[in-house]
């Protein structure tokens, strides 16, 4: 049968892994990991032999189609990341998506993920929420996510790295406000796993002077509609761009106006 197995793996603790994890991975004909070595810890704690082949954000386009014929000629595969869910915000996507294209099945197993022990752990509402990954690093592309999130009735959860913490606490600051309740999450599963809310002004004072070290995921409130409060400096921002970008006053005043309950002349009256 054609199969291809997508395999979460700890992220930090090893007993993290499911049994059925490991069988399968005794099991494949060949196991692709995004760093073999990092890999190899995991597999040989568990006594997992199966040959092991590199497979990452810079060779997969080059390797895809190969994998593709592989598996269609009775080769089993299975898919593991440094560390969690395969495809969230880590290699798998483009192995999947072109599997499901070749009607070839994917068995995908219930594991490990960074989002959901800090989205439960956090006490944030859990019963409908967004999860934004890492934030584009492009200018106009970060501050639009972060203008999502500010007006966003949902929870919120984004990957970041450490030494990229408070820059983007920093963001959250100036889109939601310092009143904004959060929550990070910091080395889960870990030894010295850590969350530190409750709001964004303290997180930063919490972190400010401190070397940090560590995973981090960052869980946010949504907001209440009716205590969304516009922040004109950031509408005025986009005002802005869109003029920028050759709209007319007059059609980038409705559009904002329109995107953030206003009416359209309180935009137009920010120029
Ligand atoms: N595929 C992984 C998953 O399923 O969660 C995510 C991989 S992504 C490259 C790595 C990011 O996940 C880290 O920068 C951090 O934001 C988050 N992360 C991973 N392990 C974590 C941990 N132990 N504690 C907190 N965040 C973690």
Same mark, same amino acid.
Do not use: W
């Given at each position: ?14 007993? #993290? ?17 995004? #760093? ?12 997992? /032999? ?31 990341? #440094? ?6 915000? =880590? ?14 099945? *994917? ?12 989205? *439960?752990?956090?006490?944030?509402? /859990? #019963?409908?929420?967004? !999860?934004? @990954? ?42 939601? @406000? @310092?009143?904004? +309740?959060?929550? *990070? ?10 969350? *530190? ?8 004072? !919490? ?14 409130? @949504?907001?209440?509609?009716?205590? !969304? ?8 921002? =986009? ?8 709209? /007319? ?16 002349? +309180? ?5």
């Amino acid at each position: 049968m054609n199969k291809i197995y997508i395999i979460p793996t700890p992220i930090g603790n090893l007993e #993290d892994i499911t049994f059925r994890a490991i069988t399968t991975l005794k099991n494949v004909d060949c196991i692709l990991a995004e #760093d073999t070595r990092k890999s190899k810890k995991l597999l040989n704690h568990y006594n997992i /032999s199966t040959k092991i082949i590199s497979y990452h954000q810079h060779n997969e386009h080059q390797k895809l189609m190969k994998i593709i014929e592989n598996i269609k000629s009775g080769i089993n595969y299975a898919i593991i990341s #440094d560390a969690g869910t395969p495809s969230i915000s =880590d290699p798998g996507f483009l192995l999947v998506r072109e599997c499901v294209k070749n009607d070839i099945l *994917v068995e995908t197993l219930p594991g490990p993920t960074a989002l959901i022990p800090a989205l *439960v752990n956090s006490g944030l509402a /859990s #019963d409908r929420f967004v !999860f934004e @990954g890492f934030l584009p690093k492009k200018k106009i592309d970060r501050e639009r996510i972060l203008l999502e999130i500010s007006k966003n009735e949902k929870t919120t959860i984004l990957y970041e790295s450490p030494k990229r913490l408070i820059k983007l606490l920093k963001e959250l600051l100036e889109f939601c @406000g @310092g009143d904004r +309740e959060i929550m *990070v999450a910091r080395e889960l599963t870990k030894k010295f796993e850590e969350h *530190v809310g409750n709001n964004i002004n303290n997180v930063i004072e !919490f972190f400010k002077d401190k070397e940090i070290i560590g995973e981090i995921t960052i869980v946010i409130k @949504g907001i209440k509609k009716r205590d !969304f409060n516009p922040n004109k400096s950031i509408i005025k921002k =986009d005002l802005n761009y869109l003029i920028d970008a050759g709209l /007319s006053l007059s059609a980038a005043s409705k559009y904002l106006a329109k995107k953030n309950g206003l009416k359209k002349s +309180e935009v137009y009256n920010l120029i």
